[in-house]
């Protein structure tokens, strides 16, 4: 249950998070200069602790479901990891009704946050049909990272074992390089890195070439 209660915790979480990172481009497009004192540290912990309260509330109530339920048959189930899905098959009663409410549940949180995020979307490209061609590649540019990870979070929501397990750990992991390769200095370290290696095979080449003609 803590297993269960975990992954839909922080699956819940970063649905919220990518609400607040589209309302802090919204602030960052449309309020540049108040962007400091719209989106303080003390703005950004109250959201963050309502994006934390609503994920265990959500949690609590897909749990609750669950424990609702008597299990007195087999405890393997046809999983990867432990889910409510494949969980409520273990159930020793009939699922339906449970099984609606939390199709329901997961369905509305899901819902509302895709049309916020697509209604914060269309406002902000709505704004920069005013702006120039540069500011728009800037505002583009920095929404482009957030929209494809809002891509890849609800189109690879999981439906049965190899799509969950992607979802667990290849979205994560997609997060972090989408996002870091977007930093200025993890970029420089990389064409470092890179320019470096160049330079080592370059060498390593004509230390081979003298070997050769020796």
């Known amino acids: 249950m803590i297993q269960v209660f975990s992954g839909h915790f922080f699956g819940c979480l970063e649905i919220f998070i990518l609400i607040l990172m ?4 919204y602030v960052a497009i449309w309020k540049p200069l108040h962007y400091t004192t ?10 963050m602790a309502v994006a934390w309260v609503g994920s265990c509330v959500y949690s609590s109530g897909q749990i609750l479901l669950a424990l609702s339920l008597p299990y007195c048959g087999p405890n393997v189930i046809n999983h990867y990891f432990c889910d409510l899905e494949p ?6 009663a009939d699922i339906y009704v449970v099984n609606l409410l939390l199709v329901s549940n997961s369905a509305a949180v899901c819902t509302v946050n895709f049309v916020l995020l697509m209604f914060s979307y269309v406002i902000i490209l709505h704004s920069l049909r005013k702006h120039s061609v540069e500011e728009r590649r800037k505002a583009l540019s920095t929404c482009i990272s957030h929209i494809i990870m809002v891509v890849l979070t609800f189109i690879t929501f999981p439906m049965d074992k190899m799509v969950a397990v992607f979802y667990m750990i ?4 997609l997060n ?11 970029k420089n370290a990389l064409r470092k890195l890179w320019s470096k290696k160049l330079i080592s095979d370059l060498r390593l080449m004509e230390v081979g070439t003298v070997f050769v003609l020796t």
Do not use: F, Q, W
Not at 22 to 25: K, L, Q, T, V, Y
Not at 87 to 92: D, F
Not at 176 to 186: C, D, H, M, S, W
């Open 22 to 25: 589209a309302m802090d481009h």
């Open 176 to 186: 972090a390089l989408i996002y870091t390769l977007r930093n200025a200095e993890v």
């Open 38 to 47: 719209i989106m303080s540290r003390k703005a950004c912990a109250v959201l």
């Open 87 to 92: 969980l409520l098959e273990l159930a020793s």
């Open 170 to 173: 290849g979205t994560p992991l």
